[in-house]
């Protein structure tokens, strides 16, 4: 019984696509805001996103640029660029850059540059609009799990920021000793 076989320049096309999207899939169950998306969801999420790939040493994010989705480390590292040039972190697969983009379209306060060849999924303000009309539950998930890792990450900061004396002089500017707690 002789295989069925197909064109090899068509087989080499279809075998990436069905490893990438698996791979996608992979990063993408291990993101906090994707956490209480069913299997069948991750693949629309898949669906929905962009990859994107970077050299070394190139600019992912310029500090100033208009915000208008989030990227997802897919493969590599990006290095966070402080105003003075000096790089003052790296971020690793699958850590988020941007994820408050998808509710604030403020300027972006860092600029991120490839550290290493890199490939970073996309995922912008219109995806998760198209989402949420067409799949209201599925896009009120996502911004549940947003919202809460954005609380999380405010409060770490908060307590940061405490740690180093804030309110650094409170009765000034009559302001209570705790601003969470109002």
């Known amino acids: 019984m002789e295989k069925h076989s197909i064109d090899p320049e068509w087989d080499n096309v279809f075998r990436c696509v069905e490893q990438e999207e698996t791979s996608v899939l992979d990063v993408l169950v291990h993101v906090p805001i994707?956490?209480?998306?069913t299997s069948r969801e991750l693949q629309r999420i898949a669906q929905a996103m962009h990859l994107r790939t970077y050299a070394k040493g190139e600019c992912v994010i310029r500090s100033g640029a208009s915000q208008s989705g989030f990227y997802v480390i897919f493969r590599g590292s990006v290095d966070v660029v402080g105003r003075t040039g000096s790089v003052v972190g790296t971020l690793h697969s699958p850590e988020l850059i941007g994820e408050f983009a998808l509710l604030d379209d403020s300027p972006r306060s860092s600029s991120l540059v490839a550290a290493e060849?890199?490939?970073l999924i996309g995922f912008f303000k219109p995806d998760l609009m198209d989402i949420l009309v067409t799949n209201p539950e599925l896009g009120c998930k996502i911004l549940l799990r947003m919202s809460e890792e954005m609380a999380c990450n405010?409060?770490?900061?908060?307590?940061?920021l405490c740690s180093t004396g804030f309110p650094f002089n409170p009765s000034d500017k009559g302001m209570a000793m705790d601003p969470m707690a109002q």
């Open 34 to 37: 994707f956490s209480l998306l």
């Open 154 to 160: 405010l409060q770490r900061d908060y307590a940061k």
């Open 117 to 119: 060849p890199s490939e």
